[in-house]
């Protein structure tokens, strides 16, 4: 379909200068960002881009869980047209991840403004709190409450791995704002994100259309054997939880090699205690993440670690406890959305790759409640959750006008529902 504004471009070097100047906030060697979520530099960050939101004139509103939407007024009243991501990093983050896609809303929003277009619905960009879950999970947690997945009390007693919590952290940096949660659904949301892995680039394409988000499946084990001499404790005797530790995280390797598919598995965080290089460790507490696009072989893999862990406990002679951290379904993201930002890379001159995501985003959480769909750009050498991350400045320009042309697309077609999950 032809658009009046489909000539419409971002400004590149100011969406750049943003990027630049959020990644200076916690910035770390090597380029990235520390901006954990609901730390101080959380805060810094959060600060700036409301700032940004303020001085371009847009309704901002605070919810109970901390979730920033800054709106700009449509011709009619009623569910916004709504775009996002996040600020909050993991602790070794790069510069784009959830970055890139507030900013460029913005970018977008700040376009439409400079040429006084005005849309008929209204346009929202927001940024959602603890996506990433690395201090407080589960991750998508702001959205997840933005949707009703889980309730705000629920939510703000959540201990993060720090011993802290969410309500009182939001409390002290100044967060906690009076909009209800469940938020309102939009009447579509589109996000920006790199890609954070080596598909795109690979294919040699400039653009993901993103088809869904695969299942996730989060758990943390706590291992308690028996600390005890490492010089004198014969093998046989041993209740040894760093043992245990070792070989469950081995499996859990296993477990993504032997299945098939694009199954993942990893242990991103092992504790030992005492920790010490003479002590048979007494505890250990570890992470297990699995990941499938498919629901059944996820469900296997959690099945097939469960069993392990039950003969390992027996054999080693430690106690296992279990504490689900995150588990979400595969996400499938709505066909017109999906159809509808490939079509826009395509007329906008780019080659177009329709994939699923292999990571975890605030839209896979918004698909819960209106019709949904990402944008992907390449990430160099397919790192991210690293200071390394990269994606050259064309292509998150590229990203940044496929949103905004996207947004103007959402905002004047009519939107099939689909099935969204
Ligand atoms: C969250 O961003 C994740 O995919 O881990
Ligand atoms: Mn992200
Ligand atoms: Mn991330």
Redesign the pocket.
Known sequence: MNHPHGGLRIDGDRLMRRITELAAIGSIDGGGSSRLALTDEDREGRDLVATWMYDLGLEVRIDGIGNVVATRAGRIDGPAVMTGSHIDTVRSGGRY?GNLGVLAGLEAIETLIDAGVETQHPMAVAFFTD???ARFPP??LGSLVYVGGLGLEEALDIEGIDGSIVGDELDRIGYRGTNPCPGPAPRAFVELHIEQGPVLEAEGHAIGAVTGVQG?SWTEFTITGQANHAGTTPMVLRHDAGYAAAALATHVRDIATMMEGRQVATVGRLDLQPNLVNVVAGKAILTV?LRNTDEALLLAAEADLTTFVDGLADAEGVKVETRTLARFEPVVFNDSVVETVARTAERLGHSVSRMPS????DAQMMARVCPTGMVFVPSRDGIS?NPAEHTDPEDLVAGGDVLLQTLLALDHDALDEGETT
Do not use: F, N, Q, S
Request: hydrophobic share 25%; glycine share 24%.
């Open positions: 991840d996506e990433e879950g991750d998508m996730i993440d292999g990571a975890g985003h959750h």
